[in-house]
């Protein structure tokens, strides 16, 4: 199991290093680059000397080997558009987006299963069926929807929370949180509710029901596992919209995070800032997949019987 | 010949049965056709701005009012329609088909093309959407509709996977051995047999790749990328409305609303589309 887990975190270096060389490709041959727009080097030798300056005239593989070196030996991205050091903008941003992220997909996984269970379990009912219809309609509700809905209860007719603030305390990020985790929620309940309700016919279900089983063993420490086999292998899809989110969200209540800063420096041609997002994006997308696979590797005896010791499969090849 | 057509005739009769399904589909269908046919249904362009209408409100004239430049808000919705949905559709036939040739081509034929086939499908899964279609608009230009081209590439890893898995299930089944033997050549088996048995899951993976691709588009067209001002585009008409909520909130309800329905509509219809195609009923 460790060597899978390795072998998982290892793959991350690979497709960073592959994606950065698709947008490298992309952003090198296609665009203008952000020097051409700076006044001072505004054409001519002056530009000839700005190219030598950002060490613009080397070829392409050279300047992709440097960049890949520098962020993953240096931790170095080099200088944004206005000549900061990317790093020190960088770090406070990841900050803002991860507690984003990380408490939409937290309250999505607490909120979302035991609302897909219960209805599952209530199949047809009433409560399942409100269960439905509000999920149906929450997760189809665009997300600037949500946010503007929210923004309008919380902060404009029950004046409790403020949205325009400086976000530097943890409660700031309460409604662009509750935004992200809203949509995440309804799609994850629905998710769990389908694999749920499939699990729930399976004959072993049944075999456990007439052993004289409680119902909350048989849903919760049987079904339960079992049913969140599919539904773990689309967690990273699910994770790639919760992102998608997070870039509107930062949008709509102005949260200095990744998003926000990726879209600045595309409206100024910002190259190495947009890389450097990109990198970091990708990091943690790659990273909520892995984590994603792990999990089901665990839940999956299958694949952790594929990577146990060889002497480990054995005994358990005989014991079955 | 007459096999298969009755598979499909009972698929569309338990098809029929799900009112939520056919709810959804004629929902989706009609909002289609309006849009399609927005220049019958309102006399009002989208882009001509009038000064003496700023914030109308709804009248005989103008169905839904006007908005903050005095545009007629009906038609500029039935327009916005043309662009979102259209996006919507063609970026996801386009991931449909290039995602089904590259997932036959990996799971049908196997070996070193299907090695190259599936790595480049996990580093493209591996880009965030968003970023693609940022890039593809920052180094192809703006506004131009190259972006839908950047949503189909994203949507291809998806549908090739599934295509593959599907393929490669039944590549293992005896009858494609048989006609292997009997020296059928590949076109033909691909056609007869693997296209036949890919088909189920390849229309549901459809249905949520159009809600996908509409939520995509719509968020695009909020922040403003990839839609120039004056192209209506539903997400755009929600940004416009929203400067304006607390007096004029119509805007930003009825293109929300409108992202919604369709959504709806077309997860109900898959929803619906998953039931009657699962086998084990």
Redesign the interface.
Known sequence: MTKYIIKRILMIVP?VL??IF??FI??YF??GSSIRQMPVFGGGDALDSAFAFFNAGDNFITKYIRYCYNILIKLDFGKGGIGIGLMRTLKYRIRNTLLLLGSGIGTMLVAGIPAGVYAAVHKNRFSDRIINVVT??L???????TA?LLS?VFA?YLRIIPVAVSYTSPGAFFLPALTIAIGGIASFARMVRTCMIETLEQPYIIALRSKGLNETGVVYTHALKNALVPVVSDLG?LV??L??GT??VE?FFSVPGLGSL??AS?SS?DHNT?LGC?AI??VI??AT?IAADILYAFLNPRIRLMYAGKKRRETDGERS | MNTTSNIWFDFLRKLCKNRAAVAGFFVFLSICIACALAPYLTKWDYFSIDTTIVHAAPSREHILGADNLGRDIFSRLLYGGRVTLRIALVSTSLAAAVGCAAGLIAGYFRGRADFFISHLLDMLASIPVFMLIIVTEASLGWGRGYFMYALAAAAVPQFAMLVRASAMNIMGCTYIEAARALGVRHDKIIRRHVLHNIAPPLIIRFTSGITEALVICTIMGYLGVGINPPTPEWGALAYTGKAFTRSHPLLIILSSAAIAVCVISVSLFGDGLRDALDPRE
């Open positions: 497709i592959s994606v698709v947008l992309m952003l296609l665009a149906l309609l997760s189809a509700i665009p997300n600037f929807s503007f309008l404009v899809g790639s919209r992102l998608l870039l509107v949008h990726m879209m595309v041609r947009i990109t994006l990708t997308l790659t997949n």
